[in-house]
């Protein structure tokens, strides 16, 4: 496993950030990590117990910030059965089957406002199983032993990030400072443009390796 201070240490080794604080170095790690899930979000499965006479079933909130539903099982007496998403006002919800389809609560919520809402009547015991699309954990700042679950291989890219962040970083100090020439600021700027075109090269090469998905995700007749 990959700890907060393993991404430090490699970052401190290869962006040559000794005099940068812990905490702010460690801020622009979790900042990276909010870009990085943007690109490459992270796979996982929720299981929500249901209850007899619940249709609709809201995600938890402890996931991350949910980007897309890819899948929705059903757990009945033992055996998995898949449900088809389908829009919301689709006729198909309305005569029951297996079909789901998401909804979200009111667009002021500011977390999680997704729910599975499901066609079929379901008794207590049974398990939706939902796939999700979702952002990556956050480590907390100051934590040595917070797991970044990011990749292994795809460490460079967060590194490549907290580097652009410390030339930004210094470039901004400097364009405060009255005595600053502009040349010296042109410079810092030329540094920090190069850093983000080191991150989007190493992000986008990531992307190029990825796996191509098996299929296409599916709602009713729309296609994603």
Not at 26 to 35: E, K, N
Not at 150 to 162: S, Y
Request: a negative charge; one cysteine or more.
């Amino acid at each position: 496993m990959t700890t907060l201070a393993d991404v430090r240490a490699a970052c401190r080794l290869t962006v040559a950030a000794t005099a940068i604080a812990d905490a702010t170095l460690d801020g622009w790690i979790g900042d990276a990590l909010r870009f990085y899930s943007v690109q490459f979000p992270r796979r996982a499965r929720v299981d929500l117990d249901c209850t007899a006479g619940t249709q609709e079933y809201p995600l938890p909130d402890d996931v991350g910030d949910i980007y897309r539903v890819l899948e929705v099982g059903l757990i009945q007496a033992g055996a998995a059965h898949p449900l088809q998403l389908v829009t919301p006002l689709s006729p198909r919800m309305i005569g029951g089957g297996r079909y789901c389809a998401v909804v979200t609560a009111a667009i002021e919520d500011t977390t999680n406002a997704f729910a599975i809402l499901v066609a079929e009547p379901v008794a207590t015991g049974d398990v939706l199983q939902v796939t999700v699309l979702c952002s990556w954990p956050i480590p907390t700042v100051g934590s040595a032993d917070d797991v970044v679950l990011a990749p292994a291989g795809h460490l460079e890219a967060l590194i490549a990030f907290v580097e652009f962040r410390v030339h930004w970083a210094l470039e901004t100090d400097e364009a405060f400072a009255v005595s600053t020439v502009s040349v010296v600021l042109s410079q810092l700027g030329e540094n920090a443009r190069r850093a983000w075109n080191r991150y989007k090269e190493v992000t986008d090469q990531l992307q190029w390796l990825m796996p191509a998905p098996s299929g296409r995700v599916v709602w009713g007749k729309i296609g994603l």
